[in-house]
Every structure is written in C-alpha cells, then in structure tokens.
C-alpha cells in the first residue's frame, strides 16, 4: 500500500538564489499566513553605501561648523574668582534649573536617580507594552486618576514655585484631555484620542527637560535671576 | 582597466585579503558582508522598512559614527596636551595660537563631543517612539540607558581639561551635587573623584584618565554588546 504524502518538497542548487523556509504542513493542521513576507534587499550595497554617504555627510557638517565657530577658552582657571552665574555645561542646566527651587538632596541626587531608573524599567512595565489610547476604556476611572495624579503634582510644583515646569504640564495635560472632551475620530483630535500613557508620560518628561534646560542655558543670568537673552547686547 | 581590475580580483593577494570577488552578485555580495570583519555586525540582508531612513533616522550610526569622530580627533589632541594644572591650559593656547589647524582639531572634537549627546539622546526618543524597546529588545534598551550615562560622563570628564573658568567652575557646580549624596557617601565620592576637596591637579589626572581611557574603553565594549544584541534580538 502506498502512503499518501502530506507535503512537497522543492529543493534548489542555484547558490545565486535566495534560500527559502520550508514548512512541512500536515494536512490536519491547516495552513495560514500571519505575517506576509517582508520586502528584504541586500546589505551591500544598499545599508553600507547608506551607512558610508551618512558619515560623510557628518564629517562635512562638522567641519563646516568647526571652521565657523570655535570652542570657547576663556580665562585660566581660578579658584580665587567665581564667575556669576558659575554654570554647568548645557546637558546639566535642567538639573542646576531644579537645584535653584529644591534642596540639593532632590535636585541633585533624587531627581536623576529616578530618571535613569525610571529610564531602565521602561521595558519591563506593561504600561509601556500597551498600545491602546489612555481614553480607550473607563474613561471616568481614568479621569478620576488623571487629574489627582495632576493635582499632587502641580501642588508640589506650585508649593516650590516652580512655574517653568507648572506651565508645559498644565499644557501637556490639556491635550491629553482634548479626546476625552472631543469624540472627533478624525485628524490631530483622533491621533492624540490613539495616543497610549507612555507616550503622554515620555513626551512630558522630554518636553520639561527642552524647556529646563533652554532655560536654564539661555534665560538665567547673575544669582540665578531671570535675564532675556538679549539682555547683554546693547 | 575592466580587465586589470578583474586580474586585481583574481589574484591571491587580494583572495587572501578579501575572499570574495567584486560585489556584482548577489552571492558575492552576501560574502562581502560576513566575511568581512567590520560588516559582519550585518545580517547579509535587511528589510526594506528598517533600512528606510525616516525609520531610525541614521541616529544610533550617527552616534556611532561621532564616537569615531572623536577617537580620532581625541588622539590627536592627546599629542599637544598635558594633563597638568601649569600646562594643560598653555596647550590650549598653544593648540589655538601654534600648532597648524590646532584650532580646527579643538573644533571637531568640541562640536562633535555636544552633537553625541544630543544624538544619543535623539536615538533614545526614537526607539522609545517606535516602541522598539518591546521584548525581546529589552535589555538592549537598558544597555542603550548605560551607553547614555557615560556618553555624558566622557563629555563631562573632557569639560574640566583645558583647565579654563569655564571648565572649572562647570565641573566644581556637578561635584557640588554629587555632594548632596546623604550619609556622607556624597563627600566621598566627591573625594574619589576629584582626589581631595577641591577641583585641583589630582582633579585633573583623574579627569584625564577617566576621559582618554576609563569610560572610552567601557562604552567600546558596552557598545559592541549593543551592536550585538541589535542582530540577536532580531535586528531594527
Ligand atoms: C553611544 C550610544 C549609542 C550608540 C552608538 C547606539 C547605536 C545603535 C545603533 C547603530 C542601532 C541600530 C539602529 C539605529 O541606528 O537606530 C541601535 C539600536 C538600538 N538602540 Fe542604540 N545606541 C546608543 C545608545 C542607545 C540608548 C541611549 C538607547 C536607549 C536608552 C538605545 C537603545 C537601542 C535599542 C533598543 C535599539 C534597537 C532598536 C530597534 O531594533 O529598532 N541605544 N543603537
């Protein structure tokens, strides 16, 4: 008695050709497709020659720069003599921004701490796995939540004063209720109405460290004072 | 010429360098990249959509790309520049005033060490927006999170070295903070890093060290892990 095959198998010696998986399907289990298969190209030449024209255009960029501007030398340093304001570089302004209202224990240590923890454990909460807009489902509960979380934290920030970081959360929270007060489905109202936690909470956590740190760089004169940039140019 | 060149491919010495004949096709192509050293990091093809440049935007190449920028330059001022409270800021001077395109080096090396961390940074927004830190490409966003902090910590380090007030008082301001640390641990660890109390001499050799080797070597092997595991997990 001869046995019925299942399956066929095609087998190629052409080196030139693309190697196929081959899946052996019996024919109690049926067959489906859940991922089509994706458009692939060969790595030489079309990354690496994207790769090579990407550096390039990096090193012109950065000579342009360089021999337009020169890297500041100011005096030699001297203990004797603190400058007025004594500032940070410009990736630390936001924290020194934050030193000026809380004690340096919060500012200085607890704050970036938090950060870069909180940073790290992005991938292992499942707040961040999910992909469904904040209004998806309980949007009552969800409000409710919302706007205590909100109120601890705006209190907070009013207590110490801090209104440069007050005024882009306010900002930010009024676009996060913008769905839950519209039911538009369509254009910028439908997008925010799509947009998960994690994206509000990551999108306001960059949108204060923009606003400390331009603050911080351009708008903080002699003791920490409030100065318009173009203050100085007469 | 067509024909010299195919006598160039052909011959042993370039068989013995590179193994594989021009990348005309698709075969030789494949072995261009595995057996190839430095392309190897690459699977031999790629999907369409991760190639595509608005999808990373080239920033995780462009952040590596400055970390090579940088090497070089770097060691190239590492020839005119002496790590000592007397001398370091003289070589600076020396650099702007003395040696032919010193100035045009300093340049390089400065803009390029402020465009890494706003790039590294740009990279981690991206992954974060794409969601692509989702299993299995966890722990590669924790590695990415180790690469951010000494991606400032080098360009950190590199501030306090032409020993100028900006450079003092900027670093004097961070180790003030560190001080904040409760239990006197904060004291400590100021003390460890600056060598005494003050930002002085030991400061600076141990800025030096930390900048030119320490976390230079750190990031090169954190970096080729993440490179790594950027192919393990799947790639972009
Ligand atoms: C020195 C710093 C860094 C370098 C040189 C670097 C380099 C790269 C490169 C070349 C890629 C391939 C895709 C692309 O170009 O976007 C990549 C992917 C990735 N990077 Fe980084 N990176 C750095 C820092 C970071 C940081 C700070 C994070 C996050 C906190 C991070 C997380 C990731 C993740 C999760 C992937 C996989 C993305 C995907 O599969 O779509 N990296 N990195």
Not at chain 1, 74 to 101: C, R, S, V
Not at chain 2, 103 to 126: E, K, P, S
Request: glycine content about 6%; charged content about 15%.
């Amino acid at each position: 008695m001869e046995i019925k095959k299942d399956f066929n198998v095609e087998s190629s010696s052409d080196a030139k050709k693309v190697p196929k998986r081959i899946a052996f399907i019996k024919s109690r289990t049926s067959a489906r497709v859940r991922q089509e298969e994706e458009d692939m190209v060969m790595t030489v030449p079309n990354l690496v020659v994207r790769e090579i024209i990407a550096f390039e255009i990096l090193v012109i960029v950065l000579a342009i720069i360089s021999l337009l501007f020169n890297a500041p030398l100011e005096w030699i340093a001297n203990p004797e003599h603190t400058p007025n304001p004594a500032k940070a570089p410009w990736y630390f302004l936001g924290l020194q921004e934050l030193l000026h209202y809380f004690p340096p224990i919060v500012a200085g240590v607890i704050f970036p701490s938090l950060v870069i923890v909180a940073l790290i454990v992005i991938p292992y909460f499942s707040v961040n796995l999910k992909q469904e807009g904040l209004w998806k489902q309980s949007r009552q509960q969800t409000l409710v939540v919302l706007l205590v979380s909100v109120g601890i934290v705006s209190t907070t920030l009013l207590l110490f004063s801090v209104y440069v970081m007050l005024v882009p959360t306010l900002m930010i929270v009024g676009l996060m209720i913008v769905p839950y007060v519209s039911s538009r489905e369509s254009g910028f109202v439908g997008w925010l109405a799509t947009r998960p936690l994690s994206w509000w909470i990551m999108t306001w956590f960059v949108t204060i460290v923009i606003v400390l740190t331009i603050v911080g760089v351009l708008f903080r004169g002699p003791e920490w004072t409030w100065t318009w940039p173009w203050h100085e140019i007469y | 010429m067509n024909r010299l060149t195919e006598q160039l491919v052909r011959s042993r010495v370039w068989r013995s360098i590179f193994r594989h004949g021009l990348p005309l096709s698709n075969r030789a192509r494949a072995e261009a990249v595995f057996y190839n050293f430095f392309l190897h990091v690459h699977p031999t093809k790629v999907r369409r959509r991760s190639i595509k440049f608005t999808y990373t935007w080239g920033l995780g190449g462009l952040s590596a790309g400055l970390f090579i920028i940088l090497t070089v330059t770097g060691a190239l001022l590492m020839l005119y520049y002496r790590p000592s409270i007397h001398q370091a800021y003289w070589d600076m001077k020396d650099l702007q005033f003395v040696v032919s395109s010193g100035q045009f080096l300093r340049n390089m090396h400065r803009w390029a060490a402020h465009a890494m961390v706003a790039i590294v940074f740009l990279h981690m927004l991206r992954v974060f927006y794409t969601g692509s830190y989702r299993p299995p490409k966890e722990f590669n966003w924790v590695i990415g999170v180790v690469l951010l902090v000494m991606t400032i910590l080098l360009s950190y380090t590199g501030y306090l070295l032409p020993w100028d007030q900006l450079s003092f008082w900027g670093i004097s301001v961070g180790t003030n903070m560190v001080r904040a640390v409760p239990f006197g641990t904060g004291d400590r660890i100021s003390y460890l890093l600056l060598g005494g109390n003050i930002v002085g001499e030991n400061a600076l050799v141990r800025f030096y060290v930390l900048h030119c080797f320490v976390i230079p070597v750190a990031a090169m092997v954190f970096m080729g892990i993440h490179f790594w595991r950027v192919r393990k997990d799947g790639g972009v």
